[in-house]
């Protein structure tokens, strides 16, 4: 028995991985932008804005042989293989598709759903299609752009405190207290107290503006 070589032996990672070919469709109102996106194996399908889709039609979808004759010629198609960038905004549950398109290398088409879970699904799914040629990366504020505002704050509420704390001090060891200042003032330890209280607030903001999540994620061609 002829044994061939194990390169050839080996089926394609796109036809070995289960469910991979099957239909994925999601339809307004999850998806605000278009009636329907539908992603095949080889190629993403949109179609206008006209509401919501009847039921029947999603069944139709999932066993009709040419999609693009169904969704008929006013449904936008993309092939995989064009694509080179998709990003996806979490805060504004979009995603971003820069494709080569016939008539130019710069086509773009944007994605907007109706809540960051159904935009998480699709990304996962196209991610999913487009195969390892990609590589996600993560995008967030710098770190001293969330973290400097508590920061300046913590620092002033600090030297704000240790200053009163010494004037109040310095005013009650001294015992001079010509105009009966003293006796208005607050201690000097309760001073202190409500300072660290607040430095201590202010840390678990800083904790929470430090450690925020990426605002975008985006697959780039390799």
Known sequence: MLKLPDEIMAAPSDTTIPGLAQ??????????????????LPRLYLTPMTGSPKTEV???????????????PLATAIDLYTVRRV?????????TIDHQMANSPNGRTVIRF?????ADSFFAKIWRRLGDGYQ????????WTLARLPIVFIAAVIVFTAITAMVLNAISDTGIDQHGIARVLPNWRIVCAVGGGAVAAAQMWLYRMASRPPERLELQQL
């Not at 990003?87 to 995603?95: A, E």
């Not at 109706?114 to 159904?118: E, I, L, N, P, Q």
């Open 114 to 118: 109706a809540d960051g879970r159904v």
């Open 23 to 40: 239909r994925r469709v999601w339809k307004a109102p999850d998806v605000t932008s278009h009636s329907l996106v539908v992603l095949t």
């Open 136 to 143: 996600l990366k993560t995008f967030a504020p710098e770190w």
């Open 87 to 95: 990003k996806l905004d979490l805060k504004d549950h979009t995603v």
């Open 58 to 72: 999603i069944s139709q979808l999932e066993t009709v042989r040419a999609v693009d004759s169904f969704l008929g």
